[in-house]
């Protein structure tokens, strides 16, 4: 696990921002869906194959990318660029996105997190709608852990906007100082909080977190994982 902008990571941290997706469950069949369900909305909308859909999507992220300095940006964010406002994104979102046929209970994260639920507030921000991110919790087995969510209808903003985030601290009643974020995605999870002044971890899947809270614990874990 590596920790980003070491300055910054809270001397007391208070909360934890969770995003949802590829963090918090591991699942590369769910993750593809997610994205192509909406890509295939997206070519039905068009009328041009779903070949081509995906081509335009993946053509114009990569470009983003080289023109960004290798960052990404969401796929609610791509559809923007093409003419599908986020809120046809949430409404495509709450109609196509089942992870229950994709994802099953999940009794380590349910310890991890319970464990972490007793020294510190949890809640989630995610580029997904509150409807489908809350049917993820449920799947898994931790949604009694996030009394809230700030999802993709919550701002109207994808991942890496401020405005989420700001949610995020406002329900929280707390300052980002206070708080660290958790993501799979540096650009998209991990970046704006670490302007804001949170700490950072980034992950590359569920496994990760599920040693959260023994890293959180010992400032000397912490700086092992670096």
Known sequence: MKLFNIPQVPQKIRAIIFDIDSTLYTSKTYAFEQVDCQVREFARLKNISFEQARKMVADYRKQYAQEHDGKKISLGNTLLVFGIPISQSVK?????LEPADYLCYDQKLVEELSALSDNYKLICVTNNPVLPARKTLDAIGVSRFFPEI????????SK??????????????????ECIAIGDRYDLDIAI????????ILVSGVEEVYGLNKLLQSPQNISEAI
């Open 160 to 177: 890496p906007a401020l405005e989420p985030f700001k949610a995020a601290l406002e329900y929280l009643n707390c300052k980002a100082e």
């Open 193 to 200: 909080p670490l302007e804001m002044g949170m700490g950072g």
């Open 92 to 96: 495509w979102r709450k109609k196509l």
């Open 150 to 157: 700030i999802g993709l209808d919550t701002c109207l903003k």
